[in-house]
């Protein structure tokens, strides 16, 4: 599996196989040419993930991708979401894989750094999320920005299934490593 080893895709993996929607590497993975610079996509009527290898630069990239796609598909899993004619719906899941796929935490830590600037994480999120819907829709940048506005509050604070945003990958171990326990008190209720 692409990225295995990775504990944001590991965690994603199991969470996917907890909530009844075990991946399949054949059967759930496509590799294939992108046009643009497009990096991967989810397909929700095939429930498949594509990989774009000709824009995929190496294996750290290909783990944020892989990551991003999981919690479209986590997301697809867990509840009915209306990928094609409820734009909010698809403002609520990129604003989620923005959040927690580490796209906007490695620039993150830069400015924190550096600049101290609290605010940036939010603001990043917000950018990804309207670019990721253009990527997608033919809608104008207005109506992409309004509806990630409208859903912004409840889906930026909605951690499923890492229960707090993973910064780096030791957050996102610690995030698995919560997740396994929290499945195991489950057993054993
Ligand atoms: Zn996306």
């Not at 924190?112 to 997608?136: E, M, P, W, Y």
């Not at 957050?171 to 997740?179: E, G, M, V």
Request: some cysteine; overall charge neutral; glycine content about 4%.
């Amino acid at each position: 599996m692409a990225g295995a080893r990775d504990p944001y895709v590991k965690l994603l993996l199991d969470a996917m196989e907890h909530s009844g929607c075990a991946v399949n590497r054949e059967r759930h993975f496509s590799c294939e040419d992108c046009s643009g610079n497009v990096s991967g996509g989810f397909d929700a009527s095939a429930s498949q993930i594509v990989l774009c290898q000709n824009n995929i630069r190496n294996q750290a990239h290909m783990s944020r991708v892989v990551t991003h796609e999981l919690i479209h598909a986590f997301d697809h899993c867990r509840a009915h979401v209306d990928w094609f004619t409820n734009v909010r719906h698809l403002a609520c899941s990129e604003v989620r894989a923005a959040n927690l796929s580490g796209d906007c935490s490695l620039v993150n830590e830069i400015f924190r750094l550096h600049f101290g600037l609290k605010q940036h994480h939010q603001t990043c999120v917000r950018d990804r999320a309207i670019l990721s819907i253009l990527a997608v829709r033919n809608i104008s940048k207005e109506v992409a920005r309004k509806a990630v506005d409208e859903v912004f509050e409840s889906c930026f604070n909605d951690h499923e299934p890492f229960g707090r945003i993973p910064h780096n990958k030791t957050y996102a171990r610690y995030a698995h490593r919560d997740f396994q326990n929290r499945d195991r008190y489950y057993s054993n209720i």
